[in-house]
């Protein structure tokens, strides 16, 4: 028989669930707008103020608030949090965990995560027991097909999830119930060590990054990997085109989307597809990157949590605006694609001396990927007028050739001065790490950048 505190904690995530998937669906803006409006004002007058560093903000318009952004989190950790954690103690917790391989420690009843330091600064995060069973629930509500739902029955089969990440976390395993199997699979111990539990399992849902779905799709057609997935998901890193169709072709349907980062479970893919932003639970100001206001750097206020308080939280990621609403008819804002981070974002001088243009990631990508259908691996870094190309190809020297020309092209079709391009072997990434394409080291020196 349940005990009481179990219970307490199975309703929260069911009503989180119910909630998330019925009630906060909105097809109307301006119902969603008032919605986020009430949060917002009962969050920052009684949760936001609990963090010191912003009590004096209380009772003030939401624009009248500081930014805040990873690094000044870090620095300010404990007057950025309600419950007066020092970063240390954290952070003691947080690394214990990823040198035991034992995430199951908290410090009181709070999971404490450390980020994977994408942008080179790695963040540790804070989550009350509460905020984790209330996420439970809106992530399974947002990410669940209809047709899987039926096994949250008593009288059915027990859902069956397979997680694959570099570090494990409470937050994850607050799914785990009698009706919800769930296995994690620790990305530092490789693929290989995973086929078999995988096989064993049978997992209805396979959740893990892009690269380790296509990964797993390449085992499957190899043969060494007999599993059929009703859902997949895709987590961490951009999923990009051909690892779709790869992933699509090998188990018959393509992957969905969450975009969840350290800071908040950020959006999700609907029933067509399509990557929403999760607006039902954090507020988004654009911070718009071109003229045409399609690309944007969002602003977030998330007022749905109650221990790491963000506000006006500025994420490092580039994100593009869909040209027309979904056919879902969610009134929360459609993506065509979560790019990258700004950091991905390279810069040439205009031909026309007006400065620094940026080439934002989609363009690079698009013409790395359509340039040679041999190539297996690569990577661009750009240090000034230097671009240094990693590639793993059938035909390195061929590949090259097609690779320098079509960058030739894209210079051409941006009308920036060519970079300098410098090809070298493939080297892989260390185990469990996310794939990083582009990395902006340097700008060229001694332009203004104009968008």
Same mark, same amino acid.
């Given at each position: 028989?349940?005990?009481?505190?179990?219970?307490?904690?199975?309703?929260?995530?069911?009503?989180?669930?119910?909630?998330?998937?019925?009630?906060?669906?909105?097809?109307?803006?301006?119902?969603?707008?008032?919605? @986020?409006?009430?949060?917002?004002?009962?969050?920052?007058?009684?949760?936001?103020?609990?963090?010191?560093?912003?009590?004096?903000?209380?009772?003030?318009?939401?624009?009248?608030?500081?930014?805040?952004?990873?690094?000044?989190?870090?620095?300010?950790?404990?007057?950025?949090?309600?419950?007066?954690?020092?970063?240390?103690?954290?952070?003691?917790?947080?690394?214990?965990?990823?040198?035991? *391989?034992?995430?199951?420690?908290?410090?009181?009843?709070?999971?404490?995560?450390?980020?994977?330091?994408?942008?080179?600064?790695?963040?540790?995060?804070?989550?009350?027991?509460?905020?984790?069973?209330?996420?439970?629930?809106?992530?399974?509500?947002?990410?669940?097909?209809?047709?899987?739902?039926?096994?949250?029955?008593?009288?059915?089969?027990?859902?069956?999830?397979?997680?694959?990440?570099?570090?494990?976390?409470?937050?994850?395993?607050?799914?785990?119930?009698?009706?919800?199997?769930?296995?994690?699979?620790?990305?530092?111990?490789?693929?290989?060590?995973?086929?078999? /539990?995988?096989?064993?399992? @049978?997992?209805?849902?396979?959740?893990?990054?892009?690269?380790?779905?296509?990964?797993?799709?390449?085992?499957?057609?190899?043969?060494?990997?007999?599993?059929?997935?009703?859902?997949?998901?895709?987590?961490?890193?951009?999923?990009?085109?051909?690892?779709?169709?790869?992933?699509?072709?090998?188990?018959?349907?393509?992957? /969905?989307?969450?975009?969840?980062?350290?800071?908040?479970?950020?959006?999700?893919?609907?029933?067509?597809?399509?990557?929403?932003?999760?607006?039902?639970?954090?507020?988004?100001?654009?911070?718009?990157?071109?003229?045409?206001?399609?690309?944007?750097?969002?602003?977030?206020?998330?007022?749905?949590?109650?221990?790491?308080?963000?506000?006006?939280?500025?994420?490092?990621?580039?994100?593009?605006?869909?040209?027309?609403?979904?056919?879902?008819?969610?009134?929360?804002?459609?993506?065509?694609?979560?790019?990258? *981070?700004?950091?991905?974002?390279?810069?040439?001088?205009?031909?026309?001396?007006?400065?620094?243009?940026?080439?934002?990631?989609?363009?690079?990508?698009?013409?790395?990927?359509?340039?040679?259908?041999?190539?297996?691996?690569? *990577?661009?870094?750009?240090?000034?007028?230097?671009?240094?190309?990693?590639?793993?190809?059938?035909?390195?020297?061929?590949?090259? /050739?097609?690779?320098?020309?079509?960058?030739?092209?894209?210079?051409? @079709?941006? @009308?920036?001065?060519?970079?300098?391009?410098?090809?070298?072997?493939?080297?892989?990434?260390?185990?469990?790490?996310?794939?990083?394409?582009?990395?902006?080291?340097?700008?060229?020196?001694?332009?203004?950048?104009?968008?």
């Amino acid at each position: 028989m349940l005990d009481l505190e179990r219970l307490r904690s199975l309703l929260r995530v069911a009503i989180s669930f119910i909630q998330s998937r019925w009630w906060l669906r909105f097809s109307d803006r301006h119902r969603l707008e008032a919605w @986020q409006a009430r949060q917002l004002q009962r969050f920052l007058r009684d949760t936001a103020p609990k963090a010191p560093r912003l009590r004096a903000f209380r009772g003030q318009p939401l624009e009248h608030w500081p930014e805040m952004d990873k690094t000044l989190l870090m620095n300010e950790f404990s007057a950025c949090n309600s419950q007066n954690i020092d970063l240390q103690s954290a952070l003691d917790v947080a690394l214990q965990a990823e040198h035991s *391989r034992d995430f199951s420690p908290q410090l009181g009843e709070l999971t404490v995560g450390l980020s994977s330091g994408t942008s080179g600064h790695r963040g540790v995060f804070l989550v009350g027991r509460e905020e984790r069973e209330r996420w439970a629930g809106t992530l399974l509500a947002r990410t669940l097909p209809t047709r899987l739902l039926g096994h949250l029955l008593p009288w059915r089969p027990p859902l069956r999830i397979a997680f694959f990440l570099r570090a494990n976390s409470r937050l994850y395993t607050t799914l785990s119930s009698r009706r919800i199997d769930f296995a994690f699979h620790d990305l530092l111990l490789g693929l290989d060590a995973a086929l078999e /539990a995988l096989e064993q399992q @049978q997992p209805h849902v396979l959740v893990a990054p892009a690269t380790v779905l296509r990964a797993l799709a390449d085992a499957h057609l190899a043969g060494r990997l007999r599993i059929a997935p009703a859902h997949l998901v895709s987590v961490a890193e951009v999923l990009e085109e051909e690892d779709a169709q790869r992933i699509e072709h090998a188990f018959g349907q393509r992957p /969905a989307q969450i975009y969840q980062a350290s800071e908040g479970f950020l959006g999700y893919s609907c029933e067509h597809g399509n990557l929403h932003l999760n607006e039902t639970h954090l507020l988004i100001e654009p911070q718009w990157l071109d003229q045409e206001q399609r690309r944007f750097q969002p602003l977030i206020t998330d007022f749905s949590r109650t221990t790491q308080i963000i506000v006006r939280y500025r994420l490092n990621d580039i994100l593009q605006l869909a040209p027309t609403p979904c056919p879902c008819g969610r009134a929360e804002r459609t993506l065509t694609a979560i790019e990258g *981070r700004a950091d991905e974002i390279f810069w040439l001088p205009a031909l026309d001396g007006s400065g620094l243009r940026p080439l934002y990631p989609d363009l690079l990508r698009r013409a790395i990927a359509t340039a040679q259908a041999n190539l297996e691996e690569w *990577r661009l870094r750009q240090d000034g007028m230097d671009w240094h190309l990693q590639l793993k190809a059938v035909e390195p020297g061929e590949t090259g /050739a097609a690779l320098c020309q079509a960058l030739q092209t894209l210079f051409q @079709q941006q @009308q920036v001065q060519p970079a300098t391009l410098h090809i070298t072997d493939w080297l892989p990434d260390e185990p469990g790490a996310k794939r990083r394409r582009l990395l902006l080291q340097r700008r060229p020196e001694g332009t203004p950048c104009t968008y």
